[in-house]
């Protein structure tokens, strides 16, 4: 069976810069989550999606970033514009069940960002 | 909001010894995930206890939950150089479903 898949696995761009991350989960998962990793730090939640909805989305900076989830399988998060602060891991996440309680989100590798 | 703090943050250990590593929540913990996380890939998930006092086991990984459910620890036994890696704990927020975790304990096995 197939992993979460990310990509790209590194994104270096300049500041104000538009960027788009994409993550494919396992199959059959209907719970997508996006967390953001700063060096040194654990995962973070950004966004969770449930099918199509985004029924958490209250840590999205959502003056430059946004997420979608059309179809309830594959999800792209972008930030537009980025800012050197932005430099961190995404991670995308899955798990069959419809939220966090009792079952294990899969991860994938990460993007790692590099704003400059 | 609920927070987890790890420690050692570090550990530095010869091959062989055993080792543990503890993660300590504010609040009441309603299910505790421990993942491993190497350089550049995702997190692997260890295990989940949700019961006061469970106790879990993968191979050399023993994981357990207190009694008072505020605090867990990981132990590892005959520590291999394949166990480095960054060890997470995660716990659910009661209330949120949200999944928040610890900073992480980086582990250096040296052979």
């Known amino acids: 069976e197939a992993g979460v898949v990310q990509s790209p696995r590194y994104k270096i761009i300049e500041k104000k810069q538009p960027v788009a991350f994409w993550c494919n989960p396992i199959?059959?998962?209907?719970?997508l989550y996006w967390y953001r990793q700063n060096l040194g730090q654990g995962p973070e939640l950004l966004i969770r999606y449930e099918n199509e909805e985004a029924v958490d989305d209250s840590q999205l900076p959502k003056d430059r970033f946004s997420a979608e989830r059309l179809k309830g399988v594959d999800s792209t998060l972008k930030i537009q514009p980025a800012e050197l602060g932005d430099s961190a891991v995404y991670l995308c996440?899955?798990?069959?069940?419809?939220?966090?309680?009792?079952?294990?989100?899969?991860f994938g590798p990460g993007t790692r960002l590099t704003v400059t | 909001s609920q927070e987890l703090e790890q420690s050692p943050q570090s550990l530095i250990v010869q091959e062989g010894k055993n080792l543990t590593i503890n993660c300590t929540s504010s609040k009441t913990l309603y299910g505790l995930y421990w993942y491993k996380q190497k350089y550049g890939e995702g997190l692997i998930f260890l295990m989940m206890l949700q019961k006061g006092g469970e106790e879990k086991s993968h191979e050399k990984i023993t994981a357990k939950l207190d009694e008072k459910k505020q605090q867990s620890s990981l132990h590892i036994t005959a520590s291999q150089p394949s166990h480095a890696g960054i060890y997470l704990c995660g716990a659910i927020q009661g209330g949120s479903e949200k999944l928040v975790f610890g900073k992480g304990t980086k582990l250096t096995v040296n052979p």
């Open positions: 199959s059959g998962h209907n719970t």
């Open positions: 996440a899955s798990t069959a069940d419809g939220g966090a309680g009792g079952y294990e989100q899969y």
